[in-house]
């Protein structure tokens, strides 16, 4: 009697089908609901729309010439920052602020405020909680009014426990 088939057996046989059909599809629509929303950008249309101004930013802090780096402080407790000029020479008075976001990690993002420790040295508090890479966005400022804008990645290590 197994090999023969009735309509009762090819009833639910379909049903099984579909059945795991909607069971996967739902497990599916649950963790696309529930996980990451694949927003990187707020306001993309409004940025998108002030496109020229971005270049002639751009423009403008090429004629800078400013280079920057940033680095783990001493016991990683703190970030350092340092910008040259065209000749080398730090660049004073700045005002610096800046973010550490973490491109892997959702709510780990956190806001820098650079403070000038000796000249041309900006130091901001704070330990960044994960080790592994960090996206440093910094914005600085001069007294003039001319701005520079930089990322940099940055890797923190974990700690050595000895």
Avoid at 36 to 64: H, M
Avoid at 124 to 135: C, D, E, I, S
Wanted: proline share 2%; charged share 20%.
């Amino acid at each position: 009697m197994s090999g023969v088939w009735t309509g009762r057996r090819v009833l639910f046989c379909m049903l099984g089908f579909f059945g795991v059909i909607f069971v996967v599809n739902g497990i599916f629509v649950y963790m696309a609901t529930t996980t990451w929303t694949g927003l990187s950008t707020e306001n993309a249309y409004k940025k998108g729309i002030r496109y020229n101004d971005t270049l002639d930013a751009a423009r403008a802090q090429d004629q800078l010439g400013w280079q920057s780096k940033v680095a783990v402080g001493k016991g990683s407790d703190n970030l350092i920052a340092q910008f040259k000029a065209k000749d080398g020479a730090l660049v004073t008075g700045l005002k610096i602020i800046g973010t550490a976001v973490r491109p892997t990690h959702e709510g780990y993002d956190k806001k820098l405020i650079f403070v000038e420790t000796q000249s041309g040295t900006y130091v901001a508090n704070g330990r960044l909680p994960l080790k592994g890479n960090w996206r440093i966005e910094l914005v600085a400022t001069s007294s003039d009014g001319k701005s520079f804008r930089v990322n940099h990645t940055l890797l923190v290590k974990p700690r050595d426990k000895s």
